[in-house]
């Protein structure tokens, strides 16, 4: 018999909706187990703004087998930007069946009309940040990069069925690092930063003041951030916090900073992709995994984040921030480069890597239905 239960929010209260996935990818070649104790801290809360409102752990139940689960909530921060009276839908999994499914979205659509929501969207990332969002909906020939989700083709079917609708797509790019256009960017970097007098630099995380940084990125990001995206420009210890949990789980950074004088007007970021090096240890850090992230070699990195201030834009600084990166890239031995999650809406980040060679290889949709 198929029964639907709200989780108590702690460690061992959430440890069916923990394992559940472990299940169900058995023997994915593709699938990567996410950094189990990262997640843990982030399901329950720990520097996660989002969690800090209204949401609940749905898990379905076959008798006594976990078979579906779902995570809904509500951004209260989010619906004040927006004006909107919306709520999300987060880390959906589900065996090869619609009733299963069924349960747990029924539960979860519930929960958010008793808490006044008028429209629901999702998938969404799990925590405050913007790094992963959506079901895959084309890719599906290969592991994720870092933070990606991934999801069997049915999951898109079971939404669908559902009477969920496209609410946007989310692209990646994929660039070999060999087919980089640098003779073209060497020069036209130059030309810009003598003609628009700004200079970038590779900024390493564990040798800056890190405070500072947040609040210099910070800045950039409020400075730049569309008026027309359905996110929130993360705070100073919004930052700050993902800082420190950069630190804790790697040793490879590359994060460019543009400069006009002191003042900063453009960001980029990228991660060593250690989906790889986690599949092998089963997401786990401990007792001996974190021996792959710290002594595993990385061959590929995403570009997750890149802003250029207003007054800035369309004067190449973009092209001096990815040339930098190349070059960091490039004597740390990385071969491929991915640019992920561009919004279908967001027009010049998309001519941007496809100015590079970079091919689209990936898309993952958000889904929306009215409550």
């Known amino acids: 018999m198929i029964h639907v239960e709200v989780l108590e929010k702690s460690k061992n209260g959430i440890r069916d909706f923990m394992e559940l996935p472990h299940r169900l990818y058995q023997g994915d070649p593709n699938w990567v187990p996410p950094m189990y104790s990262m997640q843990l801290r982030q399901l329950l809360g720990e520097n996660n703004p989002l969690l800090s409102g209204e949401h609940a752990f749905f898990m379905a139940y076959d008798n006594e087998r976990p078979v579906a689960r779902v995570l809904a909530g509500v951004d209260d921060r989010l619906n004040e930007r927006i004006g909107e009276k919306r709520g999300y839908i987060s880390l959906f999994e589900s065996e090869n069946n619609l009733e299963y499914a069924r349960a747990v979205l029924d539960a979860a659509m519930d929960y958010l009309r008793g ?195 207003p007054d800035y834009q369309n004067k190449a600084v973009n092209v001096a921030m990815m040339l930098t990166a190349f070059d960091r890239a490039k004597a740390l031995g990385v071969e491929e480069v991915e640019a992920s999650t561009i919004d279908e809406t967001n027009l010049p980040s998309i001519l941007a890597a496809e100015r590079t060679g970079a091919k689209r290889y990936r898309v993952y949709r958000q889904y929306e239905m009215s409550l």
């Open 115 to 309: 808490l006044g929501m008028a429209r629901v969207v999702g998938p969404n990332t799990p925590g405050f940040d913007d790094f992963s969002k959506g079901l895959l909906v084309m890719g599906f020939d290969g592991p994720p990069m870092l933070f990606n989700p991934y999801n069997p083709s049915y999951y898109n079917d079971f939404f669908t069925a559902y009477g969920l609708t496209k609410h946007r797509d989310h692209y990646a790019y994929h660039l070999t690092l060999k087919d980089f256009p640098v003779g073209t960017y060497q020069g036209l970097s130059e030309l810009a930063q003598k003609r628009f007098k700004f200079r970038v630099k590779h900024v390493d995380l564990r040798r800056s003041n890190t405070p500072k940084l947040a609040a210099e990125v910070a800045r950039v990001i409020a400075e730049a951030f569309p008026d027309t995206w359905e996110l929130l420009p993360p705070t100073q210890q919004d930052i700050l916090d993902e800082m420190r949990t950069l630190m804790h789980y790697t040793k490879t950074d590359l994060i460019v900073m543009a400069y006009a004088d002191e003042r900063p007007v453009g960001i980029l970021v990228c991660f060593p992709d250690y989906n790889r090096l986690l599949k092998a240890s089963f997401g786990r850090l401990f007792p001996l995994g974190w021996l792959s992230l710290t002594f595993g070699k990385i061959r590929a990195v995403r570009c997750s984040m890149m802003f250029v201030t």
